[in-house]
């Protein structure tokens, strides 16, 4: 039972050890994402500051003399523009704010953008209302404030919640750690310590299915360790004295002794750590459509407004009339269909991914997915199972292929190895019943060793048979070797009965995922830590373009890197390991398998829930149809500036056509309308 026990205080234990890491973690995060999204304040102060915006600006529609003429009723009273000159206040700075403080910082960083325009609307509105209040202009434009107010809280609201999920990525990572060990003194006493205790030479037990709490070497004790979650290697890998065990991985069967070799941050998770951290914080701040587009806005309502003025100036019209014109104009070129064109549609695309098992954690890189070239696929978990399977059968005498499996499964039901289970699955698949087992024991290093029906069975590697000096056909053993299979002998009364070929199975839909992304244009590639045989045997049988074996875990974000710079290619990487996590983070396009592990999750930038490789093409596919439907909203939005600006100007005065104010607000409230229909008709 001391797994149990050990488990339980995992968790607040690594709290202590990691909070410093996870502070600094957080911080560089928020950095992160202040530059993202130029307002790191939570989506909860959005949501407040637009219902409460949104509950004044009832009132002030109410007493709006504007609106009212609009309606084509008098509700006007003493001092009424007094009240709707305090409550536009109110809207102004407190539902304002988050605009006008992230335009101050556009401004500093010389970008000015969504943030800009929108300010730009609200201050002129504010500031010209405020003198019609108090008798030095015509008309007052608070209604049109507060609306604008309300639509962009309501926008930026929505592009938050479907953006946020900031990474604890770090977290996880450190949570891998064991936060104990079982420190062995000089004397052979063991004690529990924490795990920043333990120093270089420190001897350390480690017991079978715990976790090796820091980076050593195997002094005494043979065992096989589980490092799937860190290297990427499929099978769990044999070590004995002289070998080095990696601090994170999963002991199996066997106890250890270890010398601690790296503590604290020279372990290899904590160096993964530092890759995962340093990637994320490299990634482009994707600047998004509708921000590029509100700066020419920008640039370009300022200037519409200045040459406004100056024309009826020149043409002889009063301050008063000009100044109306330009502030109309001013203010209708921010559009509140801009504000709402991206995020309503980023909505539905994220409730769209998320009713697929496609679960979106970065937008920027997700819009970006649509120009993908090339797909980098983790092979173990990703493009097979991760688990084995029995792929060819080999008997010897008058043995068949039934009692070999019998034998075998019967012995191997006793065991928790991969391979094990591979052979028990083959036996419920054939429809053999298990037989009894009677002394059943591990031999460590060589396989398992048990009586069925008061026969000796062994189950056992090829090294053991070759030390009996057993006749087998090598040549059938060499080819299946050669395809990276892992092939087990079964031994019945010290005769051969059978060999057991196992290999790691590929998923169905793996095979139809890369036919799809030839169709498409982009080019397939797997990555791996296996070794080359078990690569180019699997490569094969999907039609991969590219194949990188025996990739060290560290080499993967340099493979992606080349794949990026030499091959000039955009790259998306699909992964599901610990190891894949820095990879994850320095794709264009970080892809983790559901199934995987907490840590490549949280450095993806899009997760598949249901491990399905088809669904690598959903995305990309899922991100070329919402960059279309953004680019058709972000055209009405504009577009209706584009008409509306001139018209506001006077361009059509001596028809008697000129915009009011009003028309100008429902032309407005069309053109948002028109956004929002347009966003909701997106389908995968």
């Known amino acids: 039972m001391p797994n149990h026990s050990h488990h339980h205080h995992?968790?607040?234990?690594?709290?202590?050890?990691?909070?410093?890491?996870?502070?600094?973690?957080?911080?560089?995060?928020?950095?992160?994402?202040?530059?993202?999204?130029?307002?790191?304040?939570?989506?909860?102060?959005?949501?407040?500051?637009?219902?409460?915006?949104?509950?004044?600006?009832?009132?002030?529609?109410?007493?709006?003399?504007?609106?009212?003429?609009?309606?084509?009723?008098?509700?006007?009273?003493?001092?009424?523009?007094?009240?709707?000159?305090?409550?536009?206040?109110?809207?102004?700075?407190?539902?304002?704010?988050?605009?006008?403080?992230?335009?101050?910082?556009?401004?500093?960083?010389?970008?000015?953008?969504?943030?800009?325009?929108?300010?730009?609307?609200?201050?002129?509105?504010?500031?010209?209302?405020?003198?019609?209040?108090?008798?030095?202009?015509?008309?007052?434009?608070?209604?049109?404030?507060?609306?604008?107010?309300?639509?962009?809280?309501?926008?930026?609201?929505?592009?938050?919640?479907?953006?946020?999920?900031?990474?604890?990525?770090?977290?996880?990572?450190?949570?891998?750690?064991?936060?104990?060990?079982?420190?062995?003194?000089?004397?052979?006493?063991?004690?529990?310590?924490?795990?920043?205790?333990?120093?270089?030479?420190?001897?350390?037990?480690?017991?079978?299915?715990?976790?090796?709490?820091?980076?050593?070497?195997?002094?005494?004790?043979?065992?096989?360790?589980?490092?799937s979650m860190l290297t990427g290697e499929s099978v769990p890998v044999e070590k004995e004295a002289g070998l080095e065990a990696i601090g994170g991985s999963i002991n199996g069967e066997g106890s250890l002794v270890i010398s601690v070799m790296k503590t604290g941050n020279e372990t290899y998770l904590s160096q993964v750590i530092t890759l995962v951290k340093e990637a994320q914080e490299s990634k482009s701040r994707a600047q998004d459509l509708a921000n590029r587009a509100a700066k020419w806005l920008f640039y370009g309502a300022l200037a519409a407004g200045l040459i406004t003025f100056l024309i009826w100036i020149s043409l002889g019209y009063p301050v008063s009339f000009a100044m109306e014109r330009m502030v109309t104009v001013l203010i209708i070129a921010c559009p509140h269909a801009l504000g709402l064109a991206a995020p309503l549609v980023v909505a539905v695309s994220t409730s769209i991914a998320a009713k697929n098992g496609l679960l979106i954690r970065n937008r920027a890189a997700f819009e970006g997915a649509r120009n993908i070239e090339a797909v980098v696929f983790d092979k173990t978990g990703t493009l097979t199972k991760g688990e084995f399977g029995v792929t060819n059968i080999y008997t010897f005498g008058d043995f068949g292929e039934e009692d070999v499996i019998?034998?075998?499964?019967?012995?191997?039901?006793?065991?928790?190895?991969?391979?094990?289970?591979?052979?028990?699955?083959?036996?419920?698949?054939?429809?053999?019943?298990?037989?009894?087992?009677?002394?059943?024991?591990?031999?460590?290093?060589?396989?398992?060793?048990?009586?069925?029906?008061?026969?000796?069975?062994?189950?056992?590697?090829?090294?053991?048979?070759?030390?009996?000096?057993?006749?087998?056909?090598?040549?059938?053993?060499?080819?299946?070797?050669?395809?990276?299979?892992?092939?087990?002998?079964?031994?019945?009364?010290?005769?051969?009965?059978?060999?057991?070929?196992?290999?790691?199975?590929?998923?169905?839909?793996?095979?139809?995922?890369?036919?799809?992304?030839?169709?498409?244009?982009?080019?397939?590639?797997?990555?791996?830590?296996?070794?080359?045989?078990?690569?180019?045997?699997?490569?094969?049988?999907?039609?991969?373009?590219?194949?990188?074996?025996?990739?060290?875990?560290?080499?993967?974000?340099?493979?992606i890197e080349h794949i990026q710079k030499v091959e000039r290619l955009r790259t998306a990487m699909t992964g599901d390991g610990v190891n894949d996590a820095p990879a994850l983070a320095k794709a264009d396009l970080g892809i983790a398998v559901g199934a995987g592990t907490d840590v490549a999750i949280e450095t993806a930038d899009v997760v598949l829930v249901k491990s399905n490789p088809l669904d690598v093409v959903n995305i990309i596919k899922l991100s070329r149809a919402t960059y279309r439907k953004m680019t058709q909203n972000l055209w009405w939005a504009a577009g209706y500036n584009i008409l509306a600006i001139p018209l506001a100007a006077g361009a059509l005065y001596k028809f008697g056509i000129v915009l009011s104010p009003a028309v100008g607000a429902i032309l407005m409230s069309l053109s948002t309308v028109i956004v929002a229909i347009n966003a909701r008709l997106l389908k995968l």
Do not use: C
């Open 406 to 559: 019998s034998y075998a499964a019967a012995v191997e039901a006793q065991s928790q190895h991969p391979l094990a289970k591979g052979v028990t699955r083959k036996a419920e698949e054939m429809g053999i019943p298990l037989r009894q087992v009677k002394n059943f024991q591990s031999l460590t290093g060589k396989g398992l060793e048990g009586t069925v029906d008061g026969k000796q069975v062994l189950v056992v590697s090829p090294g053991y048979v070759k030390e009996l000096n057993l006749e087998f056909d090598e040549v059938q053993f060499n080819e299946w070797s050669s395809e990276g299979k892992t092939v087990v002998f079964t031994l019945v009364e010290n005769k051969l009965a059978g060999m057991i070929a196992l290999a790691d199975i590929v998923r169905e839909t793996a095979v139809d995922a890369i036919i799809k992304l030839k169709e498409m244009d982009i080019k397939s590639i797997m990555l791996t830590g296996d070794n080359l045989k078990v690569a180019h045997y699997i490569g094969e049988q999907l039609g991969m373009e590219e194949i990188f074996a025996e990739v060290l875990p560290h080499e993967k974000s340099e493979k």
């Open 10 to 227: 995992e968790p607040d234990n690594h709290h202590k050890i990691d909070e410093n890491h996870n502070q600094e973690v957080m911080h560089s995060h928020e950095e992160h994402h202040d530059h993202h999204n130029h307002h790191a304040h939570m989506v909860e102060d959005f949501k407040k500051r637009f219902y409460i915006s949104l509950i004044v600006t009832v009132p002030i529609l109410i007493l709006s003399p504007m609106i009212q003429m609009f309606l084509d009723v008098d509700w006007r009273f003493t001092g009424d523009l007094y009240i709707l000159f305090a409550l536009s206040t109110f809207v102004f700075f407190y539902g304002g704010w988050p605009f006008l403080t992230g335009a101050k910082d556009e401004l500093k960083d010389r970008n000015p953008g969504m943030m800009t325009l929108i300010s730009l609307a609200i201050i002129v509105a504010y500031v010209y209302s405020t003198a019609a209040v108090f008798g030095f202009a015509e008309n007052d434009f608070f209604w049109e404030l507060a609306t604008l107010v309300d639509i962009m809280l309501l926008g930026h609201w929505i592009e938050m919640r479907s953006v946020m999920g900031a990474s604890k990525a770090l977290e996880e990572l450190a949570k891998l750690m064991p936060s104990e060990a079982h420190l062995i003194d000089e004397n052979g006493n063991i004690t529990e310590v924490d795990v920043t205790e333990l120093k270089q030479g420190d001897h350390v037990l480690v017991k079978p299915g715990e976790k090796v709490p820091v980076d050593g070497q195997i002094l005494e004790g043979k065992s096989t360790i589980d490092e």
